[in-house]
């Protein structure tokens, strides 16, 4: 990058060269204290000759226009968020505001994910058979051998297939009547899918601090939390880690409330050998692309309460009888999955313990690779605790993180930071009831690819720029 910037002030000449230097056709503009203060590419070139500028004179800072540029340490999530078809190459800056590098557009072909989902099986003969079917909507063979297989293998007797995780959260709620006045808690690490339902519900939601160790919500938070008013709590089972549902179940039937299991990040899991989404009252998956087992967009609420399935049944399909077709006794919403989605988590759940168990290996071919490096805190294994690898999840010393994204995403690799807390965000202040560990462990988590075929070596030598 270095030959491709110049001063705002050399001629055009140069300025040419500088373009004609960096396979992007672009050339990076300093001031004098040698900051970013725009870029030209060879189309800006081609105006400002057309204009009748000349090679031999010299820009000037009249001649840039608006630019963005990213700053060091960025996510390629935030780094694509800025780009588009039009910018295509957008430069970096240190804290000096000083270039040190671009990202282009088609970089992104060449970066590692952090997840993309795993095909391999029956997903594209039992899609393109629901296709041909003609069962594209949300009934056909699918759907019912989805939540009969999907609730099996949670340990669950029911199963109702939703359109995403976070409409399970919200019917959760609703079918266990969950509404105005009542407060749900729940904790400050997670995705805000968790909280927005709540508020979805009309809900107060009582956000509540997590375990150092375990990074799920911590019992003794849940307990300092429990008002009159509570009327439920919200596990997340976080990054694939079980919550101690000993101990929120005993809570919850001391305080006579409901559970609902986030289980979004944790297919398959375990606590005490029994799967999680068996022990609270209702259990929500997702089956986002990014999760251990996709229909693209999807979910599931499982639970062993027949009452409640049938409940959550006529909720998602309007709130239509089921004997009276277009007879409305509540109003319902449209939270049906297709046929289509269906057919796709079917031939998933076929191979999800060979999934489950390739993540595994990708954890601990980085556990081997980075072992040199006393710093990382991997995520922990518990006893009486099977967790299963969403995301490989790690802990860095917070103030080596940014260093750390910026190494890795020069060496092709993409990085997630952990959630944001939720305390953190001005839209969820007025819930906090507890923040400490989270706020600790949100600055120093971070997610690494959890891809087949992950190249650890580029990973290391990361690290080993950094430490
Ligand atoms: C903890 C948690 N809850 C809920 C959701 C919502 O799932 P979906 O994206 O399918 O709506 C997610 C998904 O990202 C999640 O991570």
């Known amino acids: 990058m270095k030959n491709s910037i110049c001063r705002y002030d050399v001629s055009m000449r140069k ?63 935030e780094l694509l968020r800025i780009t588009d078809k039009r910018v295509r190459t957008i430069p970096i800056v240190d804290a000096n505001g000083k270039p040190v590098n671009y990202f282009r557009y088609e970089h992104r072909l060449s970066m590692i994910p952090v997840a993309e989902p795993d095909l391999k099986g029956n997903e594209f003969k039992y899609l393109t058979d629901a296709f041909l079917s003609t069962w594209i909507s949300s009934r056909g063979k699918y759907i019912d051998e989805l939540e009969l297989k999907f609730s ?17 959260i919200h019917l959760a709620l609703l079918a266990l009547n969950i509404g105005p006045g009542d407060e749900v808690i729940v904790p400050d690490l997670t995705f805000a899918a968790t909280i927005n339902t709540v508020l979805h519900a009309g809900a107060v939601p009582v956000i509540v601090d997590v375990d150092l160790n375990s990074w799920c919500i911590d019992p003794a938070a849940i307990e300092k939390a429990i008002t009159p008013k509570t009327k439920a709590i919200i596990p997340v089972h976080v990054y694939g880690q079980p919550c101690e549902m000993d101990k929120i179940m005993a809570i919850a039937s001391k305080h006579n409330l409901f559970v609902i299991e986030d289980c979004a990040e944790a297919h398959g899991a375990k606590f005490n050998g029994r799967p999680v989404g068996s022990f609270g009252h209702i259990a929500c998956y997702s089956f986002f692309a990014n999760k251990i087992i996709t229909t693209g967009e ?35 919403y ?7 989605q269906a057919a796709i988590g079917v031939a998933q759940l076929e191979r999800v ?16 690779a980075l072992k040199d490096f006393p710093a ?9 605790r099977d967790r299963v690898v969403w995301l490989v999840s790690i802990e860095v010393p917070a103030e080596k993180r940014e260093a750390l994204f910026a190494a890795l995403n020069k060496h092709g690799v993409d990085v997630r930071p ?4 939720l305390s953190s965000m001005p839209v ?26 992950v190249d650890a070596e580029k990973v290391l030598n990361a690290f080993k720029e950094v430490f």
Request: proline share 1%.
């Open 15 to 77: 300025l040419l060269a500088a373009i004609n230097e960096e396979p992007a056709g672009i050339a990076f503009v300093v001031d004098e204290s040698e900051k970013l203060c725009g870029v030209v590419t060879d189309g800006d070139f081609r105006r400002l000759l057309l204009a009748g500028k000349s090679l031999d004179e010299s820009l000037s800072k009249s001649d840039l226009g608006e630019f963005v540029f990213a700053r060091e340490g960025q996510t390629m999530d």
């Open 152 to 168: 099996e293998f949670c340990g669950c007797k029911h199963g109702v297939a939703v359109s995403n995780g976070t409409v399970a």
């Open 298 to 332: 999807g979910g599931m609420c499982v639970t062993n309460d027949e009452r409640l399935s049938d409940r959550m049944k006529v909720l998602r399909d309007h709130g239509m009888n089921k004997q009276k077709r277009y007879w409305h006794d509540e109003v319902g």
């Open 334 to 340: 449209n939270y049906r999955m297709t046929n289509l």
């Open 353 to 368: 313990d060979e999934i489950i168990l390739e993540r595994k290996k990708i954890e601990e071919k980085y556990k081997s």
């Open 376 to 384: 990382i805190k991997w995520q922990q294994n518990i006893s009486g």
């Open 418 to 421: 952990f959630f944001y807390t």
């Open 428 to 453: 969820y202040k007025a819930y906090v009831h507890s923040d400490v560990n989270s706020k600790i462990l949100s600055a120093r988590g971070m997610n690494l690819p959890t891809v087949t075929g």
